[in-house]
Nanobody, 122 residues
Framework: VQLVESGGGSVQAGGSLRLSCRAA????????MGWVRQVPGKEREGVAT???????TYADSVKGRFTISQGSARSPLYLEMNSLKPEDTAMYYC?????????????????WGQGTQVTVSS
């Protein structure tokens, strides 16, 4: 499975970015997919997940600001990020979980992309 993220960058607080993740070599389209972020020296944080029915979950820190979605055949995976805050600065990874059911815990991610950096300045 290959997951390739894109769309990261630098933006001022209040701005928006849209992350994309393309999957290749992935046939188990029924598994949960999602986004995880990590700041150096801190624990990974599950940001958002989406299952094969399109049901979504979000971390409290991003609810109302971020939207996860998916294309046909569940690729690409998107993360629309609005009203960005400096505390959203992190490396963002897309991932495929081991389960059909979604968890915001990054421990359930079986396959990872290489990450895309998001930097939000105040």
């Amino acid at each position: 499975v290959q997951l390739v993220e894109s769309g990261g960058g630098s933006v001022q607080a209040g701005g928006s970015l849209r992350l994309s993740c393309r999957a290749a070599g992935y046939s188990r389209t029924s598994n949960c997919m999602g986004w995880v972020r990590q700041v150096p020296g801190k624990e990974r944080e599950g940001v958002a997940t989406i299952d094969s029915y399109g049901r979504t979950t979000y971390a409290d820190s991003v609810k109302g600001r971020f939207t996860i979605s998916q294309g046909s055949a569940r690729s690409p995976l998107y993360l629309e990020m609005n009203s960005l805050k400096p505390e959203d600065t992190a490396m963002y990874y897309c991932g495929v979980q081991v389960s059909l059911y979604c968890y915001l815990d990054s421990a359930y991610v079986a396959y990872w992309g290489q990450g895309t950096q998001v930097t939000v300045s105040s």
